[in-house]
């Protein structure tokens, strides 16, 4: 019997995995309004009552879809501490957020427009669990000032910074590859990228 649970949790967590990589797709082409539950079957080629046994509907998809991008983005910088090295905690959340806009550009690309369009699918979450992440880090950040880690600056000023500056090269690929006369960025261009930003950040936090 456990052998039998194992394989349909594995079937399941195969099934939401292929949703939700053609849900990326279809929302990224068509923004969430015109986003088609049908179409997203036939990207990811199974039948779309497959889709509605997962997800109650379209709305109940694209939210678990943004859900799954904070949590994967949150995660490199929800253990830090006041005890935490700065150098090092910044250093590794930078070079983070840059690779995330290499290995998944989509998902940068759909947080970006949900926010732009007033976040109607996420205003709970910035109320409450959004706020709360946010002032823990800040918290974090004015901890590491305190102890002379790092010159005084707005610690949400900052991670407004890291944030935009990496996510920049996804939600502004086109621009960036035609500034640099690109027609694709390659794995020493984001590294490029990573090294810059961080001497750069690091250099206005007053960290050799």
Request: some cysteine; aromatic content about 10%; charged content about 25%.
């Amino acid at each position: 019997m456990s052998s039998a649970k194992s394989q349909d949790g594995n079937i399941r967590q195969k099934n939401k995995a292929l949703i939700i990589a053609a849900a990326k797709k279809e929302f990224v082409t068509y923004g969430f309004k015109g986003a088609s539950i049908k179409r997203i079957a036939e990207r990811a080629n199974i039948p779309r009552t497959n889709i509605h046994y997962y997800y109650k509907n379209k709305i109940d998809l694209y939210q678990q879809l943004l859900n799954d991008i904070l949590e994967t983005w949150n995660q490199r910088f929800d253990t830090l501490t006041a005890e935490d090295n700065a150098k090092e905690a910044l250093t590794a959340y930078i070079r983070a957020k840059v690779m995330y806009s290499k290995t998944d550009p989509d998902a940068s690309r759909i947080f970006a427009s949900e926010i732009i369009h007033g976040a109607p699918h996420l205003k709970p979450y910035l109320a409450k669990e959004f706020k709360d992440w946010v002032q823990g880090k800040t918290a974090v950040i004015q901890s590491w000032i305190d102890q002379g880690q790092i010159n005084p600056v707005n610690p949400y000023h900052l991670l407004f910074l890291i944030w935009g500056a990496s996510q920049h090269y996804a939600d502004f690929n086109v621009q960036v590859l035609s500034a640099m006369d690109k027609t694709e960025m390659s794995n020493d261009d984001y590294e490029d990228v990573a090294t810059s930003l961080t001497s750069i950040i690091l250099s206005g936090c007053g960290i050799k």
